[in-house]
């Protein structure tokens, strides 16, 4: 797999809003998209209206609670389950359910799931399972293969050596750095992990993570990185997008974000993360309730019910993803600080007109 020039950071610091790629040109963009279920109870509406892009070079991260759609946008972005509106474009083509297209996003797009040993078949050897996208998309010859294999093993961090072992002889992550081989085998130019580290040991899951920022950095590979970890985010991500109940909710670079959130969600998302100091005063109040179901999402906002900002026209409006400079956050504060500052803008334009009049 060779190395496309490519000025990210280095893998000792969280990135800054300089590192962030450009989105002039998109390598993934998703407009509107809404992928329902139905089932006896009703309508399940797990993606309600998502609009996204990833550059190339870039890792967003999407967070939020369990439920909130993070897992079910990274599928239906790859097929495994059926948009029912909006469109997905992979280097500015449109991909449809089947075509050209989508085979282009299944070799240049790879998906890594949570649990590497559900994901890596038992009966194949790392060898054969790391071999087998490359016999079925590159046309090599049996040595070229085997040394294709044992150089993107080394790549990730696993001794060649090891090539006939079985999935169930290794530890889990020499498991999950398999799966990223085989991801690799293709030569993509994006990867989507979901909750690609949650399931291994925190010093384990250090080891990937630092894996994959020297992978991104020597490939140029885009990540759209699914996690409930916000210390994590901010070690990896360029930008993040917050979802809750199937809707993005608050989008940022990760500096913006994290030293300022402006939607009450990514406050109280932010305040859980544990502190050093157990006497250390919470920013925002605890979020009160659980997440209501997507069966019957809440009229208006649908942080409402749990939100400590909440006023009347938060249940009466469905408040619009509002673009605040670079960042976008859904809710009425935001439009409100919005107002404010155009107003702001207006009479400090009118007083420097009536002084230079």
């Known amino acids: 797999m060779s190395a496309p020039p490519s000025a990210t950071r280095s893998t000792d610091a969280p990135p800054t809003a300089a590192d962030v790629p450009s989105l002039q040109s998109p390598l993934l963009e998703v407009e509107n998209l809404f992928v329902h279920f139905q089932t006896a109870a009703g309508v399940v509406r797990a993606v309600d209206g998502v609009d ?8 967003l991260a999407i967070v939020g609670e369990s439920g909130s759609g993070k897992s079910t946008l990274a599928r239906a972005i790859m ?27 299944y070799r240049h ?8 040993e559900a994901s890596l078949n038992p009966r194949l050897t790392i060898g054969n399972a790391v071999a087998e996208p490359i016999q079925i998309h590159r046309r090599l010859t049996r ?8 150089e993107l093993l080394g790549h990730v961090g696993i001794d060649p050596a090891l090539i006939d072992r079985y999935p169930h002889e290794l530890s889990g992550g020499q498991r999950q750095r398999v799966s990223i081989a085989r991801a690799l085998a293709v030569e993509p130019k994006g990867l989507i992990l979901d909750e690609a580290v949650s399931a291994l040991d925190v010093s384990i899951r250090a080891q990937i993570l630092n894996l994959l920022v020297d992978l991104q950095r020597r490939f140029g590979l885009a990540y759209l990185f ?10 990896l991500s360029h930008r993040v997008a917050v979802m809750y109940l199937g809707q993005i909710v608050e989008q940022a ?25 157990p ?29 400590p900002q909440a006023w009347d026209r938060c249940s009466a409006e469905i408040p619009r993803l509002l673009a605040l400079g670079p960042r976008r956050a859904r809710c009425f504060l935001a439009e409100a600080m919005t107002t404010e500052a155009t107003t702001a803008t207006s009479m400090t334009a009118k007083a420097m007109t009536e002084r230079d009049g």
Do not use: M, W
């Open 79 to 105: 097929g495994i389950e059926l948009a029912h509106r909006g469109s997905i474009r992979f280097e500015g083509r449109t991909v449809l359910a089947s075509g050209p297209e989508r085979r282009a996003l």
């Open 279 to 307: 006497g250390a005063p919470r920013k925002s109040a605890a979020l009160r309730g659980d997440v209501p179901s997507p069966l019957t999402p809440p009229p208006g906002c649908r942080f409402h019910t749990r939100c």
């Open 226 to 235: 699914i996690t409930h970890d916000l210390g994590v985010v901010r070690y």
């Open 52 to 59: 996204l892009a990833l550059a190339r070079g870039e890792t």
């Open 253 to 277: 670079q990760t500096e913006a974000l994290f030293a300022n959130p402006i939607h009450p969600y990514t406050r109280a998302l932010l305040d859980s993360v544990p502190k050093l100091d």
């Open 109 to 116: 797009l790879q998906l890594i799931f949570q649990d590497p």
């Open 143 to 150: 040595p070229e293969r085997r040394q294709a294999v044992e």
